[in-house]
T-cell receptor
């Protein structure tokens, strides 16, 4: 059964460093998303991406964040200068044509020291 | 504003039914979802319901939607120890739109 994959599963970085989190959505899906979950808190929406552009972003998704679909399969989230409060589990999700269900990857745990 | 609320914990005995409840504030929600998260794992979509439906059944799962009270519930029949997980309710306004999640209900199933 097709699934969303994410790499790495765990990333440790120093404050101020840049990180890139990678996702491979399900192959025929057209909508792509990033969410994050700080430990013990709700899953929060960051950004959605459709037709090669951002369709919606939250207040969290400031200038330090960017997304890219560099080829036909990968979808990346870049954090330019990480802060301690960026430590969280980051989930990628994708939706088929027509939207509806969002299928989530297993997540990348980001730890900023 | 947008808000989704769930109770934090539920404990049941194996074989009993579990009912997990969720309330949401925005009546323009179009889709309502239930996701399951096992320890250390991602979010698994269990089921979803359109806002023009009152009920949806899928094997052991029954979703009930009360639009007037903005209340959503997930009933798990014959709950098993493997059902122990955190269950998230989520809403969205349109196809392809963002999901707004509740804080999750931790279901504990005792043998």
């Amino acid at each position: 059964e097709p699934e969303v994959t994410q790499t790495p599963s765990h990333q440790v970085t120093q404050m101020g460093q840049e990180v890139i989190l990678r996702c491979v959505p399900i192959s025929n899906h057209l909508y792509f998303y990033w969410y994050r979950q700080i430990l013990g808190q709700k899953v929060e929406f960051l950004v959605s991406f459709y037709n090669n552009e951002i369709s919606e972003k939250s207040e969290i998704f400031d200038d330090q964040f960017s997304v890219e679909r560099p080829d036909g399969s990968n979808f990346t989230l870049k954090i330019r200068s990480t802060k301690l409060e960026d430590s969280a589990m980051y989930f990628c999700a994708s939706s088929p044509p027509g939207g509806g269900e969002q299928f989530f990857g297993p997540g990348t745990r980001l730890t900023v020291l | 504003g947008e808000d989704v609320e769930q109770s934090l914990f539920l404990s049941v005995r194996e074989g009993d039914s579990s009912v997990i409840n969720c309330t949401y504030t925005d009546s323009s929600s179009t889709y309502l979802y239930w996701y399951k998260q096992e320890p250390g794992a991602g979010l698994q979509l269990l089921t979803y319901i359109f806002s023009n439906m009152d009920m949806k059944q899928d094997q052991r799962l029954t979703v009930l939607l009360n639009k007037k009270d903005k209340h959503l519930s997930l009933r798990i029949a014959d709950t098993q120890t493997g059902d122990s997980a955190i269950y998230f309710c989520a809403e969205s306004y349109n196809q392809g739109g963002k999901l707004i999640f509740g804080q999750g209900t931790e279901l504990s199933v005792k043998p």
